[in-house]
Nanobody, 127 residues
């Protein structure tokens, strides 16, 4: 069955960095767009960054542009999110998600449409 398992979350000081990983299983990553989403307490889930199956198309939320970098290693069936210059407002549960074969990075991240979701990993940024 399809599984997405996030790791790499934790507690970091403002200005610090974290690298999230999403290990995918039960399907071949090559064929799908994947992305990272987050949900802070009392707020709606938002798309942080999404990457197309080929890696040629990438979406970033305006709030993370220049600080976060998404990447994928299809050979390892793993997606990464490198987060630098973290801010307290980045505190949230971060989720990995997989789209459908026809998903675009825009439809995934902007419209928050995904077929499968991971369980999430907590990221806490202290001031």
């Amino acid at each position: 069955q399809v599984q997405l398992v996030e790791s790499g979350g934790g507690l970091v000081h403002s200005g610090g960095s974290l690298r999230l990983s999403c290990a995918a299983s039960g399907f071949t990553l090559d064929y799908y767009a994947v992305g990272w989403f987050r949900q802070a307490p009392g707020k709606e889930r938002e798309g942080v960054s999404c990457i197309s199956s080929s890696g040629g198309m990438i979406y970033y939320a305006d709030s993370v542009k220049g600080r976060f970098t998404i990447s994928r290693d299809n050979a390892k069936n793993t997606v990464y999110l490198q987060m630098n210059s973290l801010k307290p407002e980045n505190t949230a549960v971060y989720y990995c998600a997989r789209g459908w074969r026809i998903s675009t990075v825009q439809s995934m991240c902007a419209d928050r449409l995904a077929e499968y979701w991971g369980q999430g990993t907590q990221v806490t940024v202290s001031s």
